[in-house]
């Protein structure tokens, strides 16, 4: 069987029935003025008279509880209270003792559907209302010990469960705002992924294709060479795609550094590039933002700078916030890399605050350079290291 979860409106009419039951079933309460109305004695009259106060009673308190957070103003629910409040007041003072529960349920109603601002004054406002007309009641004394406290505590009860209503439904929607955040996270991490992997990987295609293409008429046997070139590069960019999809890519330096050469190499570029990097104390994750910086820099060299020269440099730097490991590129094109940041550059600002570390990207007097830096754990290499 459905059911209805804390703070939900129903559903369904099913989910309704489950509700109205669960509510309902505190009218047994109403068991008193049932009593009086059969068994009290009264005249025709007065017992239709009561029959009609007490359904209106009710029907008016099923209103007020089942419209609760439906977005009326507080007003509208103070003078429904006040209307409940009425009518408890007139069927006591008119029909007797019996009749007093009735002001439990106003209590009861005031703690539902006020927030506890205003909650705290009418439950303690209804419950002297009780006092008053109790005491007015011939031998409603007797029965004021035995309302007063279910009527305080019940109001004040209610006011909790709203609380945690509230709550509920706050932290239901914080989840949802979460997950939400976590599936737009995703997306840029994928778009992020996917730019490098593809930007590197085309470029290279279509370097080695235009490349394939000058030498086939003279040089069959090396055009076919850069197409088995291609045929590797395109299955490999087909593995990263997945991997990076699946979320296992990470990058090495190493391997970053070998693909620069092959690029920058079948770009025509002179590449002036490190031995193999020393990596001790950098962070994996550092050593992945430093490689998909390469791959970025790389590939804006061979598509945008028109360079001749590229040189890739890494080295440890001692800062004042600690010691940092620097990616330098720089290369001596004049290329237009369009007027402003682009996305891979955004990417790699992302990836590099992550990892804890900066990025500069800028023209100089013969080109263009980018510099990354990621901080690294202190070695005794570091010590005496220049700033």
């Known amino acids: 069987m459905s059911s209805v979860g804390i703070g939900q409106r129903p559903q369904n009419r099913r989910q309704k029935a489950v509700k109205f039951l669960w509510v309902g079933i505190w009218l047994a309460y109403l068991s008193a003025p049932v009593s009086d109305l059969l068994h009290g004695g009264h005249s025709r009259g007065v017992v239709v008279l009561g029959w009609i106060g007490l359904v209106a009673f009710v029907a008016w308190y099923f209103a007020l509880i089942f419209r609760t957070g439906r977005g009326e103003t507080n007003g509208v629910v103070l003078a429904s209270i006040a209307v409940l409040a009425t009518q408890a007041s007139v069927l006591a003072l008119t029909l007797g003792r019996e009749w007093l529960v009735l002001f439990v349920y106003v209590a009861i109603s005031s703690g539902v559907a006020l927030p506890f601002r205003l909650a705290r004054w009418t439950v303690p406002a209804v419950s ?34 709203r ?30 992924d996917l730019h490098d992997l593809l930007g590197h990987s085309l ?62 190499t079948a770009a025509g570029v002179v590449a002036d590039l490190p031995a193999e990097p020393d990596l001790s104390g950098v962070p994996e994750d550092s050593e992945t933002a430093l490689a998909w910086a390469l791959r970025e820099a790389v590939t804006n060299v061979v598509r945008h700078s028109g360079a001749r020269r590229c040189t890739v440099e890494l080295l440890r730097r001692q800062t004042l916030d600690g010691p940092v490991l620097e990616l330098s590129v720089e290369d001596n094109g004049s290329g237009d890399r369009g007027s402003g940041p682009g996305n891979g550059l955004a990417g790699l600002t992302e990836r590099l605050t992550k990892a804890g570390g900066t990025l500069e990207a800028g023209g100089t007097r013969h080109g263009f350079r980018l510099a990354a830096r990621v901080p690294v754990a202190l070695t005794s290499a570091d010590v005496g290291s220049p700033a």
Not at 163 to 185: F, H, K
């Open 203 to 264: 470029s290279l295609i279509t370097i080695k294709s235009e490349l394939a293409g000058r030498m086939l008429p003279d040089h069959p046997d090396r055009a076919a060479q850069q197409v088995a070139d291609i045929e590797q590069v395109s299955r490999q960019a087909l593995v990263d795609v997945r991997e990076a999809v699946a979320g296992y890519r990470r990058p090495r330096l190493a391997a970053e550094l070998a693909g620069a050469r092959v690029a920058l």
């Open 128 to 161: 002297a209302l009780l006092t008053g007309v109790a005491l007015a009641v011939p031998g409603g004394a007797a029965f004021l010990a035995g309302l007063l406290f279910p009527a305080l505590l019940g109001g004040f009860s209610m006011t909790g469960v």
């Open 163 to 192: 609380e945690i209503i509230r709550t509920s439904i706050e932290l239901r929607e914080a989840r949802a705002t979460v997950a939400q955040l976590a599936a737009n996270e995703e997306r840029l991490r994928l778009a992020r």
